[in-house]
């Protein structure tokens, strides 16, 4: 009689299973007295992909309140949009400041 060898399959625990999730990021515009408000909806637009009104909402916050959440993303992601809110306002000669800060 033929000898029927039997394959053993071993399923793993998939190690994204047990790794936690990323830190995440709040992104923030500071509020300064010089920089236009025209300018810091078109940095809304261009780099956070906010539409008009939420761009404008958001402008509204940084210049009542000091500081506008522009959203929220992984380290890499929140870097990068700082990076681009400081070359396009280098670009414009506008102070405008962003910082990123641990969402908890």
Known sequence: MPRIETQKVVFAEPNAARQK?????RVLL????????DFVVQVL??????????????MLRVHNEGAGLCGIYPRDIAETKLNQVAMLAREHQHPLQCVMEEHK
């Open 21 to 25: 999730p990323p830190a995440m990021f």
């Open 30 to 37: 500071l509020n300064d007295d010089f920089t236009p408000m």
């Open 45 to 58: 637009q261009q780099i956070f992909a906010k539409n008009r009104e939420q761009a404008t909402q958001i």
